[in-house]
């Protein structure tokens, strides 16, 4: 079963607006990163945050960790249109593996 | 660095027939991860590999597939014989440690006919 879940599964804003994804899982984990996937693209990372850390700050991106309630938060503030792709978080439970969660697409419109 | 390279980007072939696809790792990773992405069970791992030894091929569907690094410069991923439900995106991944930040190639957009 998957480690991660996106939520929500797709996203549309305009320009300008703030884009919040939230990510949950089920076991403990080491530390948890965010990626992104542009339309035909391989993922790229984005943002780590270690599992003592409660949040992190990367240019317009703002990511929180819960690890009490087994959540993060992924935050894109004035959101451009080139930020439209897909979103994963990715956690490590303990294992040589990261497990990539299910996405969420966000659409930016001009 | 050009980053994690795959070959071919693109591939149409037709059931039954051989599949290899290709990895050149980013120098120094010692680790190397191969998925797949589809859009109905996303991105599932199917191997990995730690110094050019395989260490958890768990994910690998079928005994049609099979993956090898025979130096820290090479992997490849065969599918042999292939069938439609193959058709997936394939990408190869590595990073220096297993726990850090994974590189991605571009990947490999397989069409089984």
């Known amino acids: 079963s998957q480690q991660g879940e996106e939520d929500p599964q797709a996203l549309s804003i305009q320009e300008g607006e703030n884009a919040t994804m939230n990510c949950s899982y089920k076991t403990s984990i080491n530390n948890l990163q965010w990626y992104r996937q542009n339309s035909g693209r391989g993922l790229v990372h984005l943002i780590l945050?270690?599992?003592?850390?409660r949040e992190k700050h990367s240019g317009r991106l703002r990511v929180t960790l819960d690890t009490s309630k087994k959540s993060s938060s992924l935050l894109i503030t004035a959101s451009r249109a080139a930020d439209t792709a897909s979103y994963f978080c990715a956690t490590d439970p303990h294992t040589d593996k990261l497990i990539f969660g299910t996405g969420t697409r966000l659409q930016v419109f001009p | 660095d050009a980053g994690v390279i795959q070959s071919p980007r693109h591939e149409v072939t037709e059931m039954g027939q051989e599949v290899t696809l290709r990895c050149k790792p980013i120098?120094?990773?010692?680790?190397l991860f191969w998925y797949r992405q589809t859009m109905m069970r996303g991105l599932e791992l199917l191997i990995y590999f730690n110094n050019n030894v395989p260490i958890d091929d768990s994910g690998m569907p079928e005994d049609r597939f099979s993956a090898k690094m025979p130096n820290a410069s090479f992997s490849t991923l065969k599918i042999q014989p292939s069938e439609p439900r193959d058709s997936a995106v394939y990408f190869c991944a590595t990073a220096r440690r297993s726990w850090e930040t994974q590189y991605f190639g571009p990947g490999t957009r397989l069409l089984v006919l």
């Open positions: 945050i270690r599992s003592n850390e």
């Open positions: 120098s120094g990773h010692d680790y």
